[in-house]
């Protein structure tokens, strides 16, 4: 069974810098990507930044790009998401997810079907 294990949230002041990790594992297949998605409360879960285990290659929403960063270690089947000069509107559950590159580049959840359990981040003002 696919399994995704998402850690490394919490409590920080804006400006402030966390790094979330999800491990993934029961692959049966290489070529997935994982995707980070974020839901504040009262708003609709969006996808935030994703990863190709196969080429590396990354997608960013607007709001995040150069702020955040997403990497991969393969060897250990772990992602990152660097997470530097944040803001309060940054406060959200942040979400891994994993399929296959091509449901994960469209960032859309309805299209995703693995899910790993959420971590709050908040971000103080």
């Known amino acids: 069974d696919v399994q995704l294990q998402a850690s490394g949230g919490g409590l920080v002041q804006a400006g402030g810098s966390l790094r979330l990790s999800c491990a993934a594992s029961?692959?049966?297949?290489?070529?997935?990507?994982i995707g980070w998605f974020r839901q504040a409360p009262g708003k609709e879960r969006e996808g935030v930044s994703c990863?190709?285990?196969?080429?590396?290659?990354?997608y960013y929403a607007d709001s995040v790009k150069g702020r955040f960063t997403t990497s991969s270690d393969n060897a250990k089947n772990t992602v990152y998401l660097q997470m530097n000069s944040l803001k309060p509107e940054d406060t959200a559950v942040y979400y891994c997810a994993a399929d296959d590159k091509f449901a994960i580049a469209t960032m859309e959840p309805a299209l995703v079907a693995y899910w790993g359990q959420g971590t709050q981040v908040t971000v103080s003002s």
């Open positions: 990863i190709s285990r196969s080429d590396g290659s990354t």
């Open positions: 029961g692959f049966t297949f290489d070529d997935y990507a």
